[in-house]
Nanobody, 123 residues
Framework: QVQLVESGGGLVQAGGSLRLSCAAS????????MGWFRQAPGKEREFVAA????????TYADSVKGRFTISSDNAKRTVYLQMNSLKPEDTAVYYC????????????????WGQGTQVTVSS
């Protein structure tokens, strides 16, 4: 099993920044990918960003491209999401996810999930 623990959420004003972290522990895999998803009240969970085990091939949802940056530290088995120019519509619970192999945008390919961290952006 893989355990994921997110941190870094909070309350920020529109235009501000936050940095989320997600640390993986437990069973290790040589080739894995990690991603971020978010879920706002009354909405479905949606893809935000993902990155593979080497820190390459980052992918982003169109809604966050140019504002969010995903990065990883393979030695620490940690993935980060730097969120800049935050908007009220970014308010959601942000979830970290882990899968074996290449990253993807579908939540269905990620068997391991964190507990989520709340991000609230005030206008």
């Amino acid at each position: 099993q893989v355990q994921l623990v997110e941190s870094g959420g909070g309350l920020v004003q529109a235009g501000g920044s936050l940095r989320l972290s997600c640390a993986a522990s437990g069973r290790t895999f040589s080739f894995y990918s990690m991603g971020w998803f978010r879920q706002a009240p009354g909405k479905e969970r949606e893809f935000v960003a993902a990155i593979n085990w080497s820190g390459g091939n980052p992918t982003y949802a169109d809604s966050v491209k140019g504002r969010f940056t995903i990065s990883s530290d393979n030695a620490k088995r940690t993935v980060y999401l730097q969120m800049n120019s935050l908007k009220p519509e970014d308010t959601a619970v942000y979830y970290c996810a882990y899968t074996i192999g290449v990253a993807g945008r579908s939540a269905n390919i990620y068997p391991y999930w964190g507990q989520g961290t709340q991000v609230t952006v005030s206008s």
